[in-house]
């Protein structure tokens, strides 16, 4: 059943053409995810699919009620980012809209949320378009993706991760494209050529031929020049006919050399001895050790306010029972860009802290997606998700071993978070960061420190281990547990047997409610 649709939409912020859709219909029960890169327009396609804005050019027609969940701010300074979105959905879905228009709406939530909200949409009966750079998100919940790329949306059948792989195949697919049109431009080219030089000895007199002959075989020579030429226009005429197709940017490797970076790999860098995480009267987490080694890529997680932050701010710090070994040079990232100087380039300010030649330092910037002539733009006239991407280029080329990142992929859309996330596993260095970025994590990480319940806990292993790991340890205790009162229980019913008592019989019950007891 059709829900919603939109013909013939043209959005324009100023002069410049956003948005040209030809068609786009949502019909009942759609998983929609919306994906595109920061300023493609996905927001206002949105609030013009939900009868907030206007389009320029074009109709949307509705036949059902639309809901559209705005991305929120935090400005409550009482409740959390997760409890402020939790009655924020609530309420959109108490409205019961046909169509659920939301504009990332896992901001602020920490990992239980997002997977309360996933719960939530997932089990709700109706069609919702989605914007989020959460890929897990999207793979969860989505069956359909729409891309906002250059102004047009094309739709992909499947999840997430579907996506991406169709994207790889139209990858591929564009590079044989390439390799063919080449081989068929060289061709032509080279048969072009010969053509053309042909035509050039075609009048040229024989040295061992007299003049008399020479002019008797004129008109000969004089037809077969303008057959070459003829045939070599015709080359020509195809060359020039050839669809043309460009070659896809190459992503460079990246290979850097980092201080004492042989020296702390593998050995203990960081200690921390018998930390506590108090603020005021309230405790973050109980006393805990742990160590980190040189090369780790260790995520820190936990629920919002667990005191993963408090925990990197320590580190920094060097806080007591916080101990570093002198061969660490650390760099930090943190949300307020502070790094940044907002009247230089992009180039200037990743370069001001660097050691590294001036090819590197744009390979790494074209990763991110600033090419070429980008590097020049003052940093002041960046959008937050740009700035974001040149402050972690800034600290990725640093003269540094060990990067502290507090939520890295805040602002940036899926394709930055991607391109970090290929440096950072690139990155010789050690890697600890915070993050609520489920694929960010398993991507990177190599081992997971988790706050939870006021308590530490590091795990020794991937993201992916981390989730399906059931604790051994209890289990095998009440197994060892339950076979010793076996073995009693044997043992005392052997006894009963040969010389009962009243004592054995007692003490033989007593076995037995121990083992339906512990069988509970």
Known sequence: MLLLEANHLELYIKDRLLVNIEKLQIHKNDRIGLVGRNGSGKTTLLEVLAGKKSPDIGSVIAYCTCELLTQLKKTDTVKSGGEVTQEYINEAFANNPGILLADEPTTHLDTEHIEWLEKKLANWQGAFVLVSHDRAFLDALCTTIWEVNEGQVKEYKGNYSEYAEQKELEHRQHELAYEKYEKKKKQLEEALLLKEKKAARATKTPKKVSSIEASKTKPYFAQKQK????????????????????????????????????????????????????????????????????????????????????????????????????????????????????????????????????????????????????????????????????????????????????????????????????????????????????????????????????????????????????????????EDEMLILETKITEVLSRLSIEPSEELEREFQKLLAEKRKSGK
């Open 227 to 478: 057959k070459l030429q003829k045939t070599a226009k015709a080359i020509e005429t195809r060359l020039e006919k050839l669809e043309k197709v460009d070659k896809l940017k190459e992503t460079p490797a990246i290979q850097m050399n980092l201080p004492n970076e042989e020296t702390i790999r593998g050995k203990i860098i960081l200690r921390a001895e018998d930390v506590q995480g108090v603020i005021g009267n309230r405790t973050l987490w109980n006393t805990a050790s742990f160590n980190i080694r040189g090369g780790d890529k260790l995520a820190i997680i936990g629920p919002n306010g667990s005191g993963k932050t408090t925990l990197i701010k320590k580190i920094m710090d060097q806080e007591e029972g916080i101990f570093i070994s002198p061969s660490m040079k650390i760099g930090y990232f943190s949300q307020n860009i502070d790094i940044l100087n907002t009247e230089r380039t992009i180039l200037e300010n990743v370069s001001s802290t660097s050691k590294q030649k001036e090819t590197f330092i744009r390979t790494v910037l074209a990763r991110l997606h600033f090419f070429r002539e980008d590097v020049y733009k003052l940093v002041g006239v960046l959008s937050g998700g740009e700035r974001v991407k040149v402050a972690l280029a800034k600290l990725f080329v640093s003269d540094l071993n060990t990067l502290i990142l507090d939520e890295p992929t805040n602002f940036l859309d899926i394709e930055a978070v991607e391109a970090l996330e290929s440096l950072l596993q690139a990155y010789p260095g050690t890697l600890i960061f915070v993050s609520h970025d489920r694929r960010f994590i398993k991507n990177i990480s190599t081992r997971i420190l988790e706050i939870k319940n006021a308590e530490i806990h590091l795990f020794e292993g991937k993201y992916d281990e981390y989730k399906h790991y059931v604790p051994q340890e209890k289990r095998n205790v009440q």
